[in-house]
């Protein structure tokens, strides 16, 4: 199975999702950047054929078939749309998955199912207090279960903490079983997770490349005491008065004849100024 997003975007201006190309297919994990706190759960269901995009094309197998990727894709984990309550435990989540996938959920079979996955100790744990690697590997074990299902999206693993790098061999782990994988994380997951792509190279003229390499020495310029701006930057519903004047240790301005930085500020005398016989 081969699944390709081309240039899929959703929402007016594409706020909701930009303009995103991605591809995942049997026996590899793909990962693609979404941020902000909608947009992975956006991709996510249009990427599983839950959502019609609003620009671009998503085809399964070369054609375009949104019931036929919503059999064979599961979506895993989804804020808002298939992550599990966070109050639940661990077994009653395996209890129900279980269930939809027409095998035995009585508690002595979850009991069998979770000790076989290793997490027979979390089975007790709320579904928010499972480790993270231990959270993904258990809901995309339930979600494969499922008749039909040919792989999954599995959306914003690093929400929960833990390493990027426990997650993605979970994820390499699903896809050598010939399922198709594609997570969706943050930029800064992706640039830990993935691997580095070395720059291309850049010549520069001798000239531009003597001065890169040669070390400027500049010499040490003493701080300045007073770190005051000398132009006010205008500041919406505040006076540039109330900026400009100079704060005592209590927080409230001086007043303009009271001494600043040691030295008393004067008044000038004018040829306005009135003198008064006795």
């Not at 989804?78 to 661990?90: F, K």
């Not at 809901?139 to 903490?161: I, M, Q, T």
């Not at 040490?220 to 109330?242: L, N």
Request: charged share 25%.
């Amino acid at each position: 199975m081969k699944v390709e997003l081309d240039a899929v975007g959703k929402g007016r201006r594409e706020h909701a999702l930009p303009l995103t190309s991605a591809v995942f297919e049997s026996g590899r994990a793909a990962l693609v950047a979404a941020e902000t706190e909608q947009r992975p759960t956006v991709l996510g269901l249009i990427a599983s054929g839950r959502m019609r995009p609003d620009t671009g094309r998503v085809a399964v197998d070369g054609r375009t078939d949104s019931s036929a990727l919503r059999r064979r894709v599961a979506l895993v984990d989804a804020p808002g749309i298939s992550e599990p309550e966070p109050n639940v435990t661990l077994a009653g989540v395996a209890a129900e998955e279980l269930m939809f996938a027409g095998r035995r959920s009585d508690p002595l079979a979850v009991r069998r199912w979770l000790e076989e996955q290793g997490l027979g100790d979390a089975a007790s744990l709320p579904v928010s207090n499972v480790e993270p690697a231990d959270r993904v590997r258990a809901l995309c074990e339930l979600a494969v279960l499922r008749k039909g299902v040919e792989g999954f999206v599995l959306v914003s693993p690093d929400r929960h903490g833990g390493e990027p790098a426990a997650w993605w061999a979970i994820a390499e782990d699903f896809a050598a079983r010939d399922l198709a994988v594609l997570v969706i994380a943050g930029q800064a997951s992706q640039s830990v997770v993935a691997s580095p792509v070395a720059p291309a190279p850049v010549f520069l003229p001798p000239v531009v490349e003597r001065a890169k390499n040669a070390v400027v020495e500049r010499p040490c310029e003493p701080k300045r005491r007073d770190e005051t701006p000398r132009t006010v930057p205008h500041i919406q519903g505040v006076s540039s008065r109330s900026l400009a004047l100079p704060r005592s240790t209590t927080g409230k301005p001086r007043h303009p004849t009271t001494p600043v930085n040691g030295r008393p500020r004067l008044r000038r005398l004018t040829t306005r100024t009135k003198v008064v016989a006795a």
